[in-house]
């Protein structure tokens, strides 16, 4: 086990180039707010270090993700396609902070789906806020209502048996 309380785990991931912009508003959160235990993967290109904080772990890079995320509470990212998927694939309440910086602004059509199924909470970044932050984390944790919802609402879009499908489809395309 990586903290010895039992506090609610978020679990903030931003890819393997990192967000500055979002792990420096955890990074704000949790000096001030200590309510939750925080697993930060913070990426190669972003410099970010928490001194002597128990409920703080700060990693580059973490291998097997799958594991924290299973273990989280809630989880903060980007909305990358392979991340989105795991998500609804875990059924893990999720805050999505889509990056305006790709190509098509397809971060925020894919945030924008799940958003509109009520599977996820969006925070576009230039609207991120440490309060903000800190507000959609309770909501998610304080109401049982709001992070049923989320997992209902993921569960509904998971993909049953995508990989027959696939080969049926192939088998279907043969003739």
Do not use: W
Not at 8 to 32: A, D, F, M, R
Not at 89 to 104: C, E, G
Request: charged share 25%; with cysteine.
């Amino acid at each position: 086990t990586i903290f010895n309380n039992n506090k609610k785990i978020i679990l903030v991931v931003c890819g393997s180039l990192g967000s500055e912009t979002i792990i420096n508003k955890i990074i704000e959160l949790t000096k001030i707010h200590n309510d939750y235990n925080y697993i930060i993967i913070k990426g190669k290109n972003v410099k970010a270090s928490m001194s002597n904080c128990s409920n703080v772990k700060v990693y580059d890079y973490y291998e097997p993700l799958v594991d924290l995320i299973y273990n989280c509470d809630v989880i903060i990212s980007r909305a990358g396609a392979t991340t989105l998927s795991q998500i609804i694939q875990i059924s893990k309440p999720s805050i999505i902070i889509p990056s305006p910086y790709v190509k098509n602004n397809h971060q925020f059509y894919n945030a924008k789906f799940l958003y509109d199924l009520n599977a996820i909470v969006m925070i576009e970044e230039k609207k991120l806020t440490m309060e903000g932050i800190k507000k959609a984390i309770d909501k998610i944790l304080y109401s049982n209502f709001e992070a049923k919802r989320m997992k209902n609402a993921l569960i509904n879009i998971q993909t049953k048996d995508a990989c027959k499908k696939i080969y049926m489809e192939m088998k279907k395309n043969e003739k």
